[in-house]
């Protein structure tokens, strides 16, 4: 956390197409909820290098969760609409710790 903010990474393969719609949507959704959030978005092979200060990593890209010390939420819901209420809970929940 940064100066009061979850520090949430948001990672695509190239860090620009899925990632742009899913970091508006992260950050629409801290901003209704009035949670403070940092969002950095990015390739997946640059997400090593913030692990440091990140508290979360939704993702559009298939990992492999175990290698980060911080929640990893696949945010595939976002593009295709299918569970997208269970993906915005489980956004939620950890925003909220």
């Given at each position: ?16 197409a899925?990632?742009t ?15 403070p ?8 092979m ?28 696949s ?13 915005e ?9």
């Amino acid at each position: 956390m940064k100066n009061g903010k979850k520090l949430v990474l948001v990672a695509c393969g190239t860090g620009i197409a899925t990632s742009t719609v899913v970091n508006e949507a992260v950050s629409k959704l801290a901003k209704k909820n009035n949670i403070p959030v940092e969002i950095i978005q990015c390739k997946i092979m640059e997400v090593p290098g913030y692990s440091d200060g990140a508290d979360l990593l939704v993702t559009t890209t298939v990992i492999d969760k175990s290698k980060y010390a911080f929640p990893v939420i696949s945010a595939r819901a976002f593009l295709t609409g299918i569970g997208l209420d269970k993906v915005e809970d489980q956004i939620l929940a950890e925003l909220q710790k």
